[in-house]
């Protein structure tokens, strides 16, 4: 069974960074069928899409985040990583790890996250 | 304003059908990209409801059905049942998005 869970602060100053890691088990996230992202839901509000990596290297960032966001990746734990940088209080959100499949649905989300930004 | 275009709301008595729809355009799903739902109960992440369309993953009860035709999508539920409460989202890809996928606005749906 895979699962995913994410860790991190759940209160950041503004202007400091964001940092989340997910934890995957169940799968290898060097695997060459899935593409592992990250996601974030506003209180109330609906999903977006944040960023995702693939085993090749390759990674993709939504440019509503306007380059503040980074994906990192250790194999090894089995691990990766979210920064956000220069967060606001617009940064509020429940932010969720996940699998998707090329093109395909999400298939795995972690339990999510609250990360509040005091305005 | 989401590209994929859901109601914001639904609702139904227990045992009714209700069905969801979820406009695109010619960039999405009438680009050729399946339609992926996701059911959402308070507190909870989002769950793989129906992907590619119409198919159900394991365990997700023949209640729920999916459709795609043009640029829109629907999500169709029969016997409404209490626990289906909750929100419930479709999702694809655009042409402009280099795989990162797009989600409607989400739908609440209402058992009276």
């Known amino acids: 069974q895979v699962q995913l869970q994410e860790s991190g602060p759940g209160l950041v100053k503004p202007s400091q960074t964001l940092s989340l890691t997910c934890t995957v088990s169940?799968?290898?996230?060097?695997?060459?069928?899935?593409?592992w992202s990250w996601f974030r839901q506003h209180p109330g509000k609906g999903l977006e899409c944040i960023a995702y990596?693939?085993?090749?290297?390759?990674?993709y960032y939504n440019p509503s985040l306007k380059r503040r966001a980074t994906i990192s990746v250790d194999a090894s734990k089995n691990e990766f990583s979210l920064k956000l940088n220069s967060v606001t209080a617009a940064d509020t959100a429940v932010y969720y790890c996940?699998?998707?499949?090329?093109?395909?649905?999400?298939?795995?989300w972690g339990q999510g996250t609250l990360v509040t930004v005091p305005s | 304003q989401s590209v994929l275009t859901q109601p914001p709301s639904v609702s139904g008595a227990p045992g009714q059908r209700v069905t969801i729809s979820c406009t695109g355009s010619?960039?999405?799903?009438?680009?050729?990209?399946?339609v992926h739902w996701y059911q959402q109960l308070p507190g909870a992440a989002p769950k793989l409801l129906i992907y590619?369309?119409?198919d159900r993953p394991s365990g997700v009860p023949d209640r729920f059905s999916g459709s795609k035709s043009g640029t829109s999508a629907s999500l169709a539920i029969t016997g409404l049942q209490t626990e289906d409460e909750g929100i419930y989202y479709c999702?694809?890809?655009?042409?402009?998005?280099?795989?990162?996928?797009?989600f409607g606005g989400g739908t609440k749906l209402t058992v009276l």
């Open positions: 996940a699998r998707r499949q090329n093109f395909g649905p999400v298939d795995y």
């Open positions: 169940g799968a290898s996230i060097n695997s060459g069928a899935y593409y």
């Open positions: 990596f693939y085993y090749s290297g390759s990674t």
């Open positions: 010619s960039s999405n799903i009438g680009a050729g990209y399946d």
């Open positions: 590619n369309n119409s």
């Open positions: 999702q694809s890809y655009d042409t402009s998005l280099s795989g990162l996928g797009l």
